[in-house]
């Protein structure tokens, strides 16, 4: 019983954890049409900008977060203007290119200015310990990141199907031309829900880092992961990203568990099976490279 | 991107033992890189078949690599240890391994085929890891000898017959695909690659004919992982690998898809590039390759290759005032 | 008599919505048919079943006399059955002959010839340049699709369906948007086909409807509103409510 307990607990932080990060890919990949594989440059820069501010400029942690996810956004705002925005007609093949050579640039980057070790966030008191749920103790780091995926989650809702904004995007997406011709700037939109993917990619950053760990490597280490979540999840499908982001890390929570000699098969077995028999993803999603 | 021209094909591949005959020349102490250079050369064209010329996009092609080696390396250290047999077993591993989860893999597009193959070859690389006694896990397989080709010339370590041998494997293939391309079979690629809706309009059984490519896409890679097993006497899980997977791919694009020439000028100038900077810290490597990947987007669409050969297509077309 | 092309009964439902209603009717061999119908109508949606790129909801296709409601659309292309494509398909980025070829090569079911040059096939090369003769293609064969004007790739979107060897052929809106040169090749082309190969003409264009057509039937919101010859459609007040303009009124 403690061990359900157990892998409960840690695959919903796991998995809200890659939902925070991958829905920005997912965006990215389903409704502006980019490839990007270079996206978990953004989680990673989320983890080192909030280590500089905690260690450098002696932030707490929040207003280190915070600052993080500002310095995040505004790096997803610069690539997209400066480099993804020219291959946006290109061929996905040259996408993949581009994106690559970004993702070594960005390792590289990080590697020389922070070096090659792992950063730790240093947690508040307030969030170090455990907290008692009445029927078990639950590390609070675990519960922050469940809170605030869960905010996301939330936010995203309210946003995506209630403002004007949401529905502009949607507008955008399902056809540009027209929603040019009525005045809507896709540039704008574009850039923006690029940017505010690579915010959150930061955010998903900060919140993992104890799992995920922060070096240089991590974009390619955990990219196959991504694209996982996305691809199970339908491209452009938010809520399918959670679902996935769920289920993944459900499959591979309880196989490190229960099922440690067979590694990861079980994981890439489960992807494969849901692919072949729905391949635009297990709760559907647009058609896409 | 693809032509079939109605001329004769010029012996162009001669042009592969000629710049490998002069590279012994001008760098007798690189043999070494010259035939990892070729044996991955191999690899990549194998996967322009797949890419370029049938528009299937994968990141998994590692997994024919890895099961043409280890195939190649267990045949040496099991069997008989006569070269080009190990060549055809690993070429028929990765042909068989690539028509088998070709029936699954095949019948995804765009992102979930992309992941289906990074899957298959997860699986694949989980397997070898596990299985200790055949493939000797993280630490590979070796101690098995290649004998000497045709019983005359022994590999050395001095590296020269690895050299002549791998140049000789590479020239074969390309003059084979160069043939295979132009042939119904190469169009047929071609035209499923631009619209498999009116392919299948026209009379054509298109997953049948991609499950073909993605074999003979396969092949090509089990026989590189096989020559480098036997040229290397070593064979890795590394060879499994997403990396080498994702390396072959930027390899491709860099050099150029659809023309089987970009698949030797983006290797040679990848692992060239690779090896000069490996000398430096990984991170200035990196540094080095992504700065060139981004700048050949920016600049040469469509891969290096690719852009050269527009360009003189068309100033062909405009003299002949078409 | 075995018609060369008989539909029973075809419907098609998405959900609640009908987008084909009871679709009976035959193509005689040697047939020269017309379909008309308003936007909307679902004259691509009926080619689109025929040819098997849409399974019905219920109903028979017969194609003389053999019922294919259940077969894959490219072994009907292969016993013949072919279709050219309302909004252009062709293969951009090979020349107009290796277009063309591209077609032979799948009509003489030699995708899997492998190692032979694709055009070293002495009769395939004669039906490659038949075709282009017949379509007026010839002077820029050796030309890139994406290179040519849209007329120029309209043509080559009806080679590609002509060099498949049809029996039954399913034009959709052949000449859509073509200027007056290359929409008269291609009805030229059209007139001079085989007097065995039943034609069905899907268009809006009533001149060249009226020219082709020994057979007319109206399609309106998925059901067919009636059949006849052009001087009985013509004069059908129903029709001409619904369809004919001002313009093509006929005394």
């Known amino acids: 019983m403690q061990i359900l307990a157990s892998i409960a607990i840690d695959s919903v932080t796991y998995g809200m954890t890659l939902f925070v990060i991958a829905v920005g890919l997912s965006v990215t990949l389903g409704l502006i049409r980019v490839v990007n594989l270079a996206h978990g440059l953004f989680a990673v820069l989320g983890g080192y900008f909030a280590w500089y501010a905690m260690t450098v400029w002696k932030f707490g942690y929040v207003p280190a977060a915070v600052a993080a996810i500002v310095l995040t956004t505004t790096a997803g705002l610069l690539l997209e203007r400066l480099l993804f925005s020219r291959v946006y007609r290109r061929s996905a093949l040259d996408q993949v290119l581009l994106s690559i050579g970004i993702m070594f640039v960005g390792i590289a980057a990080c590697g020389a200015v922070f070096g090659d070790g792992i950063k730790t966030l240093p947690l508040p008191p307030l969030l170090s310990g455990p907290v008692e749920l009445g029927f078990r103790a639950v590390p609070a780091q675990r519960l922050l990141v469940i809170t605030c995926g869960g905010a996301v989650v939330l936010a995203m809702w309210l946003a995506y199907s209630r403002t004007k904004v949401g529905i502009r995007l949607r507008a955008v997406v399902d056809h540009t031309d027209a929603a040019e011709s009525i005045g809507i700037d896709s540039r704008l939109f574009y850039a923006v829900a690029f940017a505010l993917g690579a915010g959150l990619a930061g955010l998903g950053g900060i919140l993992g880092a104890e799992i995920m760990q922060i070096e240089p490597f991590y974009p390619t280490k955990y990219l196959v992961t991504f694209l996982a979540v996305v691809a199970i999840g339908g491209l452009g499908n938010i809520w399918g990203s959670l679902g996935a982001a769920m289920l993944l890390s459900g499959v591979e929570t309880s196989s490190k568990y229960l099922l440690p000699s067979l590694g990861s098969i079980l994981s890439y077995a489960a992807m494969l099976a849901v692919l072949s028999f729905r391949p635009h993803g297990l709760f559907g999603g647009e058609e896409g490279e | ?322 | 008599m075995t018609h060369a092309l008989r539909l029973d009964g075809i419907q098609k439902n998405f959900g609640a919505l009908q987008v084909a209603s009871d679709i009976s009717l035959s193509l005689p061999v040697g047939a020269r048919t017309a379909l008309i119908g308003p936007n909307g109508a679902g004259k691509t949606t009926f080619v689109n079943i025929v040819t098997g790129a849409l399974a019905p909801s219920s109903g028979t296709i017969r194609y003389f006399g053999q019922d294919i409601t259940a077969a894959s659309q490219a072994e009907r292309a292969r016993a013949g059955l072919l279709r050219t494509f309302q909004i252009t398909r062709v293969f951009k980025t090979l020349t107009v002959a290796d277009n063309v070829r591209l077609a032979v090569v799948q009509q003489r079911g030699q995708q899997r010839s492998a190692w032979r040059s694709a055009d070293r096939d002495e009769i395939g090369e004669a039906k490659v340049a038949s075709t282009l003769a017949l379509l007026q293609l010839q002077h820029i064969a050796d030309r890139r699709v994406d290179r040519l004007a849209y007329g120029e790739r309209r043509l080559v979107e009806i080679a590609l369906a002509l060099a498949g060897e049809p029996k039954v052929l399913l034009l959709d809106e052949p000449a859509a948007g073509v200027p007056k040169g290359e929409s008269e090749t291609i009805m030229r082309a059209v007139e001079s086909l085989p007097s065995d190969l039943a034609i069905l003409l899907v268009e809006h264009d009533m001149d060249l409807v009226f020219r082709f057509a020994r057979e007319i039937v109206v399609l309106v919101a998925g059901a067919i509103l009636t059949t006849g010859s052009p001087d009985q459609i013509s004069r059908d007040p129903r029709v001409r409510d619904i369809y004919f303009g001002h313009r093509h009124a006929r005394r």
């Open chain 2, 1 to 322: 991107m693809t032509q079939v021209h109605s001329k004769r094909l010029a012996p162009l591949e001669l042009a592969v033992p000629l710049a490998a005959a002069a590279l012994w020349v001008i760098a007798p102490g690189q043999l070494g890189l010259l035939t990892q250079i070729a044996t991955t050369a191999v690899v990549v064209l194998g996967l322009d078949v797949v890419v370029g010329y049938a528009g299937i996009v994968t990141l998994g092609h590692a997994a024919f690599v890895g099961v043409g080696g280890y195939a190649a390396g267990l045949l040496a250290l099991h069997v008989f240890a006569e070269p080009i047999s190990g060549l055809l077993f690993g070429a028929v591993a990765g042909a068989a391994l690539a028509f088998l989860t070709g029936f699954v893999v095949l019948r995804g597009r765009g992102l979930s085929l992309i992941m289906m193959t990074v899957a298959v070859a997860q699986i694949v690389l989980e397997i070898a890891n596990k299985s200790r006694k055949w493939t000797g896990g993280d630490d590979g397989l070796s101690g098995f000898e290649v004998s000497p080709l045709f019983g005359i010339f022994p590999f050395d370590f001095t590296g020269k017959v690895a050299y002549v041998y791998s140049v000789a494997v590479l020239t074969i293939c390309l003059f084979a695909l160069r043939r295979i391309m132009r042939s119904p079979f190469g169009l047929t690629c071609v035209g499923i690659r631009e619209d498999r809706v009116r392919m299948s309009a026209m009379g054509c059984d298109v997953s049948g004919h991609l499950r073909l490519a993605y074999a003979l896409g396969g092949a090509l890679a089990g026989l590189g992982g096989a020559l480098s097993a036997q040229t290397v006497q070593v064979v890795g899980l590394h060879s499994l690998s997403f990396t080498t997977s994702a390396e072959a791919l930027v390899m491709l694009i860099l050099g150029g898809t659809g023309r089987l020439w970009g698949a030797l000028v983006g290797t040679a100038l990848f692992m060239t590039l690779h090896h000069v900077a490996a000398e430096l810290d990984p991170f200035r490597w990196m540094f080095a390759i992504g700065g060139l990947l981004i700048a050949v987007v920016l600049v040469a669409p469509s891969g290096i290759v690719n852009g050269v050969l527009g360009k003189v297509e068309l100033w062909r077309e405009r003299r002949a005032g078409l």
